[in-house]
């Protein structure tokens, strides 16, 4: 009996030792590294501003329901913008070329854009009517790359 009790304390000793070790673990979150390559900018002026988002709240233009919102100075064509630790999960992404540095995306009289902007998944939709599940993505591995081809308002 004492042998069979000194198993069992055994066992439980082991069990809660497995159980410390493991939890931090099973709550670790899983970490990705996001790059996201703006292709098809018409010049290399002014700045490429993007901002991520983790729900369609605020989506495509709230800063402020964004999970991520910056810009970027123009480099090279395309633009690799490299985004590390970023949870894994389901996210969409807008962007825009801010020719003229004021932070927003310019519109004319019409409401329609007057400087090149984006989606991830590049959806044929227009600028206005852009819905979150049409640009969806889902962020699970290590490396991730997303590319978005920015369209223009046509020239007269």
Known sequence: MFELTKIRMGAIALATLFSMVMAPIANAELKSTLIIEVDDLKTQKGEVCFKLFSSSFGFPDNDKNAVLSRCVK???????????????????????????????????????????????????????????????????????????????PPTK
């Open 74 to 152: 123009i480099t090279e064509n395309p633009l690799k913008i490299t985004l590390k630790d970023i949870s894994s999960g389901s996210y969409a992404i807008a962007v825009f070329q801010d020719v003229n540095g004021d932070g927003t995306l310019n519109r004319n009289a019409a409401g329609n854009p007057t400087e090149g902007y984006g989606f991830s998944n590049n959806p044929t939709t227009r600028q206005d009517l852009t819905r979150y599940g049409d640009c969806v993505f889902l962020l699970a591995g290590a490396k991730e790359t997303i590319t978005i081809k920015l369209k223009y």
